[in-house]
């Protein structure tokens, strides 16, 4: 071999050498960042754990509470709202009713025909408006205007499967998802306007009286027969699918329950209902308890949300925010582990730029390479080429949140139960007692391993007898026909027979 080849190989040797040298430093780098991540993930585990006898003191603090917001107006984080439904749909009911649903930036009108027991719903039909912006914040009296103009439109299209007796009003059942302070069940005082809604003159004034006096100047004849929130509304279109449902639970954007209370557990009543029950609103995303497994990352979110301090138990377990831990937690890895690169990736540091939608495709992920995941990320996130490894390590981060929220939901249903004396196995050995939960919102509908979590615990928390007699249901659209349903129970016709 002469000089020049001999050389050239010794450089060649270097040359490979020092890539070699590159790839392990590099490698024993990406092992290194992913050990500080892994960490992380570790801690996080540690601080949402949720074993089982934490929750029980989760659910023995969501019943004292329950009772504690019960005696006395302001007495509990609960509000435990008095509803003024004190009779739930039977099945009997009959005739024409429409509902109001406004909750939001949409809202839908909604007629249907009853048919009693045998006859059932034999009609329904609904249509969907969407609000435009500058009505949100612009008068009282525009807003209310628009929206009684698009139910007189949607009254005008009736068709004639749908009968209204000679003589009557048409009765509406008007689902409001703002928080109101009731005084009868078709009447409410707004106490703030939330969602992107700002309009000053609303607030402190009774939103069925706004509504009427529109549809009065709408030349529409109808009447409010009802009030009601979403989670009553759910809870009235399960009663009126399942006789055996007791509460309902919403798992949407936000989350609420309401239930059936015994009027002589409510001391801060100040009407005798003759059914002797009256739905209770318990506005429970502001539940807390010291046994909530809070982190660093939950009180950080608090502490730059718009309600500091206030529905913390929302804050750990509803789609608005399980997507935001989420991106917390990625942004700790990113920072002090440097999980996807040198650079923290700026979209990233954006609040709220990943939803818990984009959450619950990654945690379903069920493809070999994780594609979802690395999809996800890369568009969600601008986090390019993203290695299985790093994938996963994001798939764990989901587990453990999601796990985590559906846990403590879960124990708040149990608390419910307790309250109820529904925790145990019916004593009497005949008795086919059923408990039914009616469950609702888009976060228990599509995410699926929460649902399955939350199921699970709830049935871990019975015990095996218990649970036998408890279901947990998906209510199909009860807001909407809910309220109708309400409606149709509180009518002030069937009053005037009555009395
Ligand atoms: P809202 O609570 O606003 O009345 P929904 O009950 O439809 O409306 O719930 C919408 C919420 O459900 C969204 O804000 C989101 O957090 C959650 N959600 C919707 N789709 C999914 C999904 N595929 N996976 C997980 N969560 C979802
Ligand atoms: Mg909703």
Redesign the pocket.
């Known amino acids: 071999m002469g000089k020049v080849a001999v050389g050239a190989a010794v450089v060649c040797a270097a040359a490979a050498c020092a890539v070699a040298v590159l790839v392990v430093r590099r490698r024993m780098r990406t092992t290194g960042r992913r050990a500080r991540a892994e960490e992380v993930l570790r801690v996080l585990e540690e601080r949402c754990a949720t074993p089982i006898g934490k929750l029980r003191e989760v659910a023995d603090d969501m019943t004292a509470e329950m009772v504690a917001g019960l005696q006395a107006e302001g007495a509990s984080k609960l509000k435990m709202l008095v509803s003024y439904v004190d009779n739930l749909p039977t099945g009997d009911e009959k005739g024409l009713f429409y509902a109001l649903d406004l909750?939001?930036t949409n809202f839908r009108v909604l007629r249907v025909q009853l048919g009693g027991k045998e006859g059932r719903v034999l009609k329904q039909e609904y249509e969907e408006v969407s609000i435009p912006p500058h009505l949100m914040v612009g008068s009282s009296n525009e807003l209310f205007d628009f929206i009684a103009a698009a139910l007189a439109k949607f009254v005008a299209s009736e068709g004639e499967d749908f009968h209204l007796p000679q003589g009557r009003h048409r009765e509406l059942g008007f689902t409001f998802?703002f928080p109101v302070k009731q005084s009868s069940i078709a009447s409410g005082i707004l106490i703030k306007w939330t969602k992107g809604f700002c309009i000053d003159e609303t607030v402190g004034e009774d939103v069925v009286a706004e509504l009427t006096k529109a549809m009065e100047r709408q030349g529409l004849d109808m009447k409010v027969a009802a009030l009601v929130n979403?989670t009553i509304g759910t809870l009235a279109g399960g009663r009126y699918d399942d006789s055996d449902v007791i509460a309902a639970v919403?798992?949407?954007?936000?989350t609420n329950a309401a239930y059936v209370e015994r009027a002589q557990a409510i001391p801060k009543l100040n009407v005798v209902p003759k059914s002797g029950e009256m739905v209770i609103n318990m506005e429970w995303g502001n539940f807390w308890s010291p046994h909530l497994p809070m982190t660093d990352y939950d009180k950080a979110l608090d502490f730059d949300s718009l309600n500091p301090g206030e529905q913390i138990y929302e804050k750990l377990i509803?789609?608005?925010y399980?997507?935001e831990i989420l991106r917390r937690v990625l942004l700790r890895m990113a920072k002090e582990a440097s999980l996807f690169g040198d650079i923290v990736p700026s979209k990233l540091e954006i609040p709220f730029v990943l939803?818990?939608?984009h959450?619950?495709?990654m945690h379903h992920d069920a493809s070999p390479d994780l594609k979802v995941v690395g999809t996800k990320l890369k568009e969600v996130l601008g986090i390019p080429n993203t290695s299985w490894k790093t994938r996963k390590l994001v798939v764990n981060v989901c587990d453990v949140i999601a796990k985590r929220g559906a846990r403590i939901a879960a124990a708040g249903i149990y608390g419910i139960l307790k309250k109820l004396g529904r925790d145990t196995a019916p004593t009497d050995t005949a008795s086919k007692r059923r408990t039914v939960i009616a469950m609702?919102?888009?976060?228990y509908?599509?995410?699926a391993i929460?649902s399955k979590w939350l199921q699970s615990t709830l049935r871990e928390l019975l015990g095996e007898e218990a649970s036998a007699s408890v279901v947990v249901k998906l209510a199909n659209d009860g807001?909407g026909i809910g309220a109708a349903l309400l409606a149709a129970s509180h009518s002030q016709y069937l009053k005037l027979q009555e009395s």
């Open positions: 909750g939001g998802s979403d919403i798992l949407g954007t936000g509803s789609g608005m399980l997507g939803r818990t939608p959450m619950s495709a609702d919102g888009g976060l509908e599509h995410y929460f807001s």
